[in-house]
């Protein structure tokens, strides 16, 4: 049975940091492209970053400098390093399953279940 577990959510102040951890089972994550986007109350689901295969990274622009993503297929799992991190990256993060590495949902056909990211002082 193919499972996600995304997890690394929690509160934190702005300027603070979280590493988020997608954990796959039921199949080989170093097969597919994996992608971390997330959506905000009221927003669309929004690209983040994405990791091919190869290990090759694609960035959301205003994420650049900030977020970095990287994989481990030993231990079967992508994260997601956020850091310098402000109230407008409030939002449920998600892990995705495609096999282009773009930053469009449309590109992945399997989610997880999310994980809640809450930048406040």
């Known amino acids: 049975q193919l499972h996600f577990v995304e997890s690394g959510g929690g509160l934190v102040q702005p300027g603070g940091s979280l590493r988020l951890s997608c954990t796959a089972s039921?199949?080989?994550?170093?097969?597919?492209?994996i992608a971390w986007f997330r959506q905000a109350p009221g927003k669309e689901r929004e690209g983040v970053s994405c990791?091919?295969?190869?290990?090759?990274?694609n960035v959301e622009g205003s994420m650049k400098g900030r977020f970095t993503i990287s994989r481990d297929n030993a231990k079967n799992t992508v994260y997601l390093q956020m850091n310098s991190l402000t109230p407008e990256d409030t939002a449920v993060y998600y892990c995705?399953?495609?096999?282009?590495?773009?930053?469009?949902?449309?590109?992945?056909?399997?989610w997880g279940q999310g994980t809640q990211v809450t930048v406040s002082s």
């Open positions: 995705g399953r495609g096999w282009l590495c773009g930053l469009k949902a449309s590109s992945y056909d399997y």
């Open positions: 039921g199949f080989s994550l170093g097969n597919y492209v």
């Open positions: 990791i091919s295969r190869s290990g090759g990274t």
